[in-house]
Protein backbone atom coordinates (compact mmCIF):
# COMPACT_ATOMS: atom_id res chain seq x y z
CA UNK A 1 0.00 0.00 0.00
CA UNK A 2 1.54 3.21 -0.89
CA UNK A 3 1.72 5.93 1.86
CA UNK A 4 -1.63 7.68 0.68
CA UNK A 5 -3.60 5.01 0.56
CA UNK A 6 -1.56 4.24 4.38
CA UNK A 7 -2.95 7.91 5.33
CA UNK A 8 -6.40 7.57 3.87
CA UNK A 9 -6.83 4.13 5.91
CA UNK A 10 -5.62 6.20 9.32
CA UNK A 11 -8.17 9.07 8.22
CA UNK A 12 -10.90 6.77 8.04
CA UNK A 13 -10.09 4.56 11.35
CA UNK A 14 -9.86 8.32 13.27
CA UNK A 15 -12.89 9.56 11.78
CA UNK A 16 -14.63 6.13 12.98
CA UNK A 17 -13.21 6.78 16.06
CA UNK A 18 -14.16 10.61 16.55
CA UNK A 19 -17.01 10.84 14.04
CA UNK A 20 -19.28 13.62 17.26
CA UNK A 21 -16.34 15.77 16.93
CA UNK A 22 -16.60 18.54 14.18
CA UNK A 23 -14.33 19.45 11.34
CA UNK A 24 -13.50 21.54 8.14
CA UNK A 25 -16.90 23.11 7.88
CA UNK A 26 -18.44 20.40 10.35
CA UNK A 27 -16.26 18.46 12.19
CA UNK A 28 -12.50 19.40 12.73
CA UNK A 29 -10.58 16.42 13.20
CA UNK A 30 -11.03 15.44 9.16
CA UNK A 31 -8.72 18.21 8.64
CA UNK A 32 -6.01 16.74 10.13
CA UNK A 33 -5.43 15.42 6.72
CA UNK A 34 -5.90 18.38 4.95
CA UNK A 35 -3.18 20.75 3.30
CA UNK A 36 0.47 18.66 3.13
CA UNK A 37 -0.73 15.33 2.78
CA UNK A 38 -1.51 14.72 -0.80
CA UNK A 39 -0.41 15.78 -3.61
CA UNK A 40 -3.10 17.64 -5.24
CA UNK A 41 -4.51 19.84 -1.77
CA UNK A 42 -7.01 21.54 -4.36
CA UNK A 43 -9.03 18.39 -5.72
CA UNK A 44 -9.30 16.79 -2.04
CA UNK A 45 -10.65 20.01 -0.24
CA UNK A 46 -13.11 20.07 -2.89
CA UNK A 47 -14.29 16.78 -3.87
CA UNK A 48 -13.02 14.25 -0.65
CA UNK A 49 -13.17 16.05 2.47
CA UNK A 50 -16.73 17.37 2.33
CA UNK A 51 -17.43 13.84 1.67
CA UNK A 52 -16.10 12.31 4.25
CA UNK A 53 -17.27 15.19 6.61
CA UNK A 54 -20.97 14.80 5.64
CA UNK A 55 -20.39 10.71 6.56
CA UNK A 56 -18.43 11.39 10.21
CA UNK A 57 -20.55 14.42 10.96
CA UNK A 58 -23.65 12.80 10.32
CA UNK A 59 -23.79 10.23 13.12
CA UNK A 60 -26.57 9.66 16.06
CA UNK A 61 -23.81 11.82 18.78
CA UNK A 62 -24.30 14.68 16.63
CA UNK A 63 -27.46 14.74 15.79
CA UNK A 64 -28.77 15.31 18.88
CA UNK A 65 -26.08 18.20 19.33
CA UNK A 66 -27.75 19.83 16.29
CA UNK A 67 -31.24 19.15 17.24
CA UNK A 68 -30.02 21.12 20.66
CA UNK A 69 -28.94 24.07 18.55
CA UNK A 70 -31.63 24.51 16.05
CA UNK A 71 -34.16 24.50 18.69
CA UNK A 72 -35.93 27.92 18.84
CA UNK A 73 -35.00 29.31 15.08
CA UNK A 74 -37.49 31.42 13.74
CA UNK A 75 -38.26 33.65 10.53
CA UNK A 76 -35.12 34.57 8.27
CA UNK A 77 -32.17 32.45 8.63
CA UNK A 78 -28.56 33.01 8.14
CA UNK A 79 -26.39 30.14 8.46
CA UNK A 80 -22.55 30.34 8.21
CA UNK A 81 -20.28 27.16 7.09
CA UNK A 82 -23.81 25.67 6.07
CA UNK A 83 -21.41 22.76 4.92
CA UNK A 84 -23.78 19.63 3.63
CA UNK A 85 -26.86 20.70 5.42
CA UNK A 86 -26.44 18.06 8.14
CA UNK A 87 -28.44 20.34 10.23
CA UNK A 88 -31.12 21.28 7.80
CA UNK A 89 -33.46 18.29 8.82
CA UNK A 90 -33.35 19.99 12.58
CA UNK A 91 -34.79 23.23 11.13
CA UNK A 92 -37.45 23.89 13.80
CA UNK A 93 -41.32 24.56 11.78
CA UNK A 94 -40.90 28.32 12.55
CA UNK A 95 -38.14 28.56 10.02
CA UNK A 96 -39.21 30.40 7.20
CA UNK A 97 -35.92 30.06 5.32
CA UNK A 98 -32.43 29.59 5.55
CA UNK A 99 -29.67 31.64 3.82
CA UNK A 100 -26.74 29.56 3.54
CA UNK A 101 -23.13 30.72 3.42
CA UNK A 102 -20.98 27.81 2.19
CA UNK A 103 -17.89 27.95 0.30
CA UNK A 104 -17.28 24.10 -0.74
CA UNK A 105 -19.03 23.70 -4.25
CA UNK A 106 -19.07 19.87 -3.11
CA UNK A 107 -20.38 20.39 0.08
CA UNK A 108 -23.51 22.34 -1.30
CA UNK A 109 -24.19 19.94 -3.90
CA UNK A 110 -24.49 16.94 -0.93
CA UNK A 111 -26.57 19.40 1.10
CA UNK A 112 -29.32 19.25 -2.07
CA UNK A 113 -30.80 16.03 -1.30
CA UNK A 114 -31.77 17.37 2.37
CA UNK A 115 -32.98 20.70 1.08
CA UNK A 116 -35.43 19.01 -1.63
CA UNK A 117 -36.60 16.55 1.82
CA UNK A 118 -37.33 19.29 3.68
CA UNK A 119 -39.97 21.88 4.25
CA UNK A 120 -37.62 24.55 5.04
CA UNK A 121 -36.62 26.67 1.78
CA UNK A 122 -32.80 27.30 1.90
CA UNK A 123 -30.72 29.66 -0.43
CA UNK A 124 -27.08 29.74 -1.17
CA UNK A 125 -26.61 33.53 -0.53
CA UNK A 126 -22.91 33.76 -0.41
CA UNK A 127 -19.39 31.70 -0.16
CA UNK A 128 -17.97 33.56 2.62
CA UNK A 129 -19.41 34.35 6.61
CA UNK A 130 -16.99 37.07 7.08
CA UNK A 131 -18.46 39.13 3.90
CA UNK A 132 -22.32 38.31 4.07
CA UNK A 133 -23.76 39.50 1.31
CA UNK A 134 -27.26 40.01 3.12
CA UNK A 135 -28.63 43.83 4.14
CA UNK A 136 -28.09 45.31 7.63
CA UNK A 137 -30.83 44.27 10.46
CA UNK A 138 -32.94 41.48 7.36
CA UNK A 139 -32.67 38.46 9.69
CA UNK A 140 -34.26 36.92 12.71
CA UNK A 141 -31.23 34.53 13.93
CA UNK A 142 -27.88 33.11 12.90
CA UNK A 143 -26.68 29.58 12.95
CA UNK A 144 -23.08 28.60 12.89
CA UNK A 145 -22.10 25.45 14.07
CA UNK A 146 -18.46 24.24 13.91
CA UNK A 147 -17.81 27.52 11.85
CA UNK A 148 -16.17 29.75 14.49
CA UNK A 149 -12.70 27.86 14.79
CA UNK A 150 -11.80 27.68 11.20
CA UNK A 151 -13.28 31.11 9.72
CA UNK A 152 -9.49 33.17 9.07
CA UNK A 153 -10.79 36.26 11.11
CA UNK A 154 -13.67 34.92 14.01
CA UNK A 155 -14.22 38.67 15.08
CA UNK A 156 -14.79 39.97 11.51
CA UNK A 157 -17.72 37.25 10.94
CA UNK A 158 -19.57 37.88 14.27
CA UNK A 159 -19.51 41.46 13.44
CA UNK A 160 -20.84 40.65 10.11
CA UNK A 161 -23.68 38.28 12.08
CA UNK A 162 -24.23 41.39 14.33
CA UNK A 163 -24.70 43.35 11.14
CA UNK A 164 -26.97 41.04 9.32
CA UNK A 165 -29.41 40.36 12.57
CA UNK A 166 -31.84 42.38 13.50
CA UNK A 167 -31.62 44.28 16.89
CA UNK A 168 -33.10 41.82 19.44
CA UNK A 169 -32.23 38.27 17.08
CA UNK A 170 -30.66 35.85 18.58
CA UNK A 171 -27.54 34.08 17.42
CA UNK A 172 -27.46 30.08 18.19
CA UNK A 173 -23.71 28.44 17.84
CA UNK A 174 -22.26 24.78 18.76
CA UNK A 175 -18.68 24.94 18.76
CA UNK A 176 -15.13 23.59 19.49
CA UNK A 177 -12.74 25.22 21.40
CA UNK A 178 -10.34 25.77 24.72
CA UNK A 179 -11.03 23.74 27.49
CA UNK A 180 -10.89 24.77 30.57
CA UNK A 181 -9.05 22.02 32.16
CA UNK A 182 -4.96 23.08 32.41
CA UNK A 183 -3.74 19.49 31.47
CA UNK A 184 -5.77 19.58 28.12
CA UNK A 185 -5.51 23.24 27.57
CA UNK A 186 -1.70 22.55 27.27
CA UNK A 187 -2.07 19.94 24.90
CA UNK A 188 -4.66 21.98 22.71
CA UNK A 189 -1.58 25.11 22.46
CA UNK A 190 0.96 22.61 21.97
CA UNK A 191 -0.99 21.23 18.78
CA UNK A 192 -2.48 24.41 17.31
CA UNK A 193 0.03 25.17 15.35
CA UNK A 194 0.12 21.82 13.59
CA UNK A 195 -3.76 22.08 13.65
CA UNK A 196 -3.53 24.93 12.01
CA UNK A 197 -0.89 24.31 9.28
CA UNK A 198 -2.15 20.47 8.97
CA UNK A 199 -6.21 21.45 9.42
CA UNK A 200 -6.69 23.78 6.96
CA UNK A 201 -6.40 26.56 9.70
CA UNK A 202 -8.75 24.85 12.33
CA UNK A 203 -8.05 26.03 16.20
CA UNK A 204 -7.76 24.35 18.60
CA UNK A 205 -7.50 27.29 21.47
CA UNK A 206 -10.30 29.78 20.32
CA UNK A 207 -12.63 31.00 23.78
CA UNK A 208 -15.88 31.21 21.97
CA UNK A 209 -17.96 32.37 24.53
CA UNK A 210 -15.14 35.65 24.95
CA UNK A 211 -15.48 36.04 21.18
CA UNK A 212 -19.08 35.93 20.98
CA UNK A 213 -19.36 38.31 23.84
CA UNK A 214 -16.60 40.56 22.79
CA UNK A 215 -18.73 41.03 19.56
CA UNK A 216 -21.49 42.57 21.17
CA UNK A 217 -23.92 39.50 21.32
CA UNK A 218 -25.51 38.98 25.17
CA UNK A 219 -25.27 35.13 25.85
CA UNK A 220 -28.44 34.28 27.48
CA UNK A 221 -27.65 30.48 27.33
CA UNK A 222 -25.03 28.59 27.57
CA UNK A 223 -23.79 24.95 28.15
CA UNK A 224 -20.29 23.24 27.95
CA UNK A 225 -18.64 19.98 28.18
CA UNK A 226 -16.76 17.40 26.19
CA UNK A 227 -18.23 15.58 23.63
CA UNK A 228 -17.02 11.86 22.72
CA UNK A 229 -13.62 12.15 21.28
CA UNK A 230 -10.14 12.95 22.24
CA UNK A 231 -10.42 15.93 24.84
CA UNK A 232 -8.53 18.29 22.93
CA UNK A 233 -10.59 18.33 19.86
CA UNK A 234 -14.12 17.88 21.80
CA UNK A 235 -14.63 20.82 23.86
CA UNK A 236 -17.90 21.75 22.82
CA UNK A 237 -19.62 25.27 23.41
CA UNK A 238 -23.51 25.45 22.86
CA UNK A 239 -25.87 28.10 23.26
CA UNK A 240 -28.08 31.45 21.98
CA UNK A 241 -26.87 34.79 22.21
CA UNK A 242 -29.19 37.96 21.51
CA UNK A 243 -28.15 40.77 19.12
Not at 29 to 42: H, K, M
Not at 89 to 117: F, G, Q
Not at 158 to 173: A, K, Q, Y
Not at 200 to 228: M, N
Request: charged share 25%; glycine share 8%; with cysteine.
Amino acid sequence: MGAEGHRLVVLNATLRRAGSLCTPRDCPTARLIGPGYLSDVGFYREHVLPRLVDRACGTAEMARWRADVTDGLHGRVVEIGFGSGLNVPYYPSTVDVVLAVEPAEVARRLAARRISSSSIPVEHVGLDGQSIPLDDASCDAALSTFTLCTVPDARLALSELRRVVRPGGTFHFLEHGLAPDPDVAVWQRRLDPWQRRLADGCHLTRDIPALISDAGFVIDRIEQRYAKGPRPWSWFTIGTAVN
